[in-house]
């Protein structure tokens, strides 16, 4: 037998059954395209994340309040909140007598609140930084000016606005020396801070930015912060300032030799490897659960095949009459099988990557900053999962045809 003369008969027979094929086909197109379509999203996303983490520089450090397994997120990620990381601690890293290598720091603690204006009143993210903030996030004050080190440590209630805030609550007007209040409490705008973009991962855009410790004391009542970024001088001082916090953390929190470490320091390079391998798993697990869409398609084509043996019985016996073996019947119906998936998996593929392009064009159009990725790896995925489905659920119909007697097919009706 020849490996033509299946494939022209798994045609015939698609062909005279376009409907059928159709709707069998149409589980498994909608199952790749799911597959494909998640891990495109996934990837953009990763890339998304990882890109703003490389734009924050490779010579920042970020320190978080709470011990870390190994290389892996600090608690604060998962939303466990750790009171272990403070105000004097960051007073003790800028020190250089701590940190030689320091350039800069700024400790950030948020929260949210209903923030009024003259014109408007509505609910937005702000935050409490310390006066290093713009310096260490590569930020420019556009109107007026940032909060000083003296304000800071005064309880100042003055406020910088991101872009988006300063049109929100003051359009077409000069926010300088405007009021605004923040739970009731007013403060005074000093300043307002450059359109960064809606790519930043914490928008600073949208976000109002007041003194740490005026944020700490007067709007949250705590005493912890909830991460810190310190800007070194130089990308190849990273690792041993890096030594440096952590030995100047543990002595302020009179750590003993044989106890670990109650925060958490980790460098860009490390922040990339750890979000990379969080996404990565998160990407993979999401196109699992789309793959499962792949077995209800698997268990239609086993359905329609079952049906196809029993209507082409005569045919199947008036083959072996003339000389077909066993093994002839298998590969004639499995190539069928396959044959469905492989068409449906191709057109999955093709969909799905419409689809993807097409999410990736509206958020383009909303003014979102994301990346339009397929790899080859999704797609190979895609076909390999497909012809495992066609293999496997075409093996029962197929093992059922061979099994049919001659004799008994010819007397068929």
Do not use: C
């Not at 996934?42 to 890339?47: K, L």
């Not at 250089?96 to 509505?122: E, Q, R, Y």
């Not at 991962?201 to 944020?215: F, M, R, S």
């Amino acid at each position: 037998m020849r490996l033509s003369d299946p494939i022209k008969i798994t045609y015939k027979n698609l062909k005279a059954a376009k409907l059928r094929s159709f709707l069998t086909i149409l589980g498994i197109i909608i199952g790749v395209a799911s597959v494909i379509i998640v891990m495109a999203i996934g990837a953009g996303a990763q890339e998304f994340i990882l890109n703003q983490i490389k734009k924050s520089g490779s010579n920042v450090i970020a320190v978080f309040p709470g011990a870390s397994e190994q290389k892996g997120p600090p608690p604060s990620i998962f939303g466990v909140v750790s009171t272990s990381f403070v105000y004097e601690d960051l007073k003790a890293i800028s020190d250089k007598k701590n940190v030689p290598n320091v350039v800069a720091v700024a400790g950030v603690v948020s929260g949210s609140a209903t923030i009024k204006s003259d014109n408007k009143s509505m609910q937005s993210t702000f935050q409490g930084v310390t006066s290093g903030f713009p310096e260490v996030n590569n930020i420019e004050v556009i109107e007026g000016r940032f909060f000083t080190q003296e304000e800071e440590a005064n309880l100042s209630r003055i406020a910088v606005l991101g872009s988006v805030r300063a049109k929100d609550f003051f359009p077409n007007q000069n926010p300088i020396g405007r009021l605004i209040k923040i739970k009731d409490q007013n403060f005074i705008v000093v300043g307002v801070l450059e359109e960064k973009g809606s790519s930043s991962l914490n928008n600073p855009d949208e976000t109002v930015y007041v003194p740490l410790l005026t944020a700490q004391k007067i709007l949250l009542g705590i005493n912890h912060l909830s991460l810190a970024r310190i800007k070194i001088n130089d990308e190849k001082n990273v690792d041993q300032a890096e030594i440096d916090i952590k030995k100047t953390l543990r002595i302020k929190h009179r750590l003993k030799d044989n106890q670990e470490d109650d925060f958490t320091v980790q460098n860009s390079v490390q922040a990339i490897s750890m979000i990379s391998s969080i996404t990565d798993v998160l990407k993979y697990f999401m196109a699992a659960i789309a793959a499962i869409s792949l077995l209800v398609g698997g268990v239609g084509i086993m359905n329609i095949m079952l049906i196809a043996v029993n209507q082409r019985i005569r045919e199947i016996g008036l083959r072996k009459a003339v000389g077909a073996r066993n093994s002839h019947i298998v590969i004639q119906f499995l190539i069928e099988s396959m044959g469905v998936t492989l068409a449906g998996g191709i057109a999955g593929i093709i969909l799905g990557i419409g689809v993807s392009f097409l999410a990736y064009f509206l958020i383009t159009i909303l003014g979102y900053t994301w990346f339009f990725i397929i790899t080859p790896g999704s797609i190979f995925l895609g076909l390999t999962v497909t012809f495992l489905v066609g293999l496997i659920f075409g093996m029962y119909p197929a093992r059922k045809a061979a099994k049919v007697s001659p004799m008994e097919a010819l007397r068929h009706e």
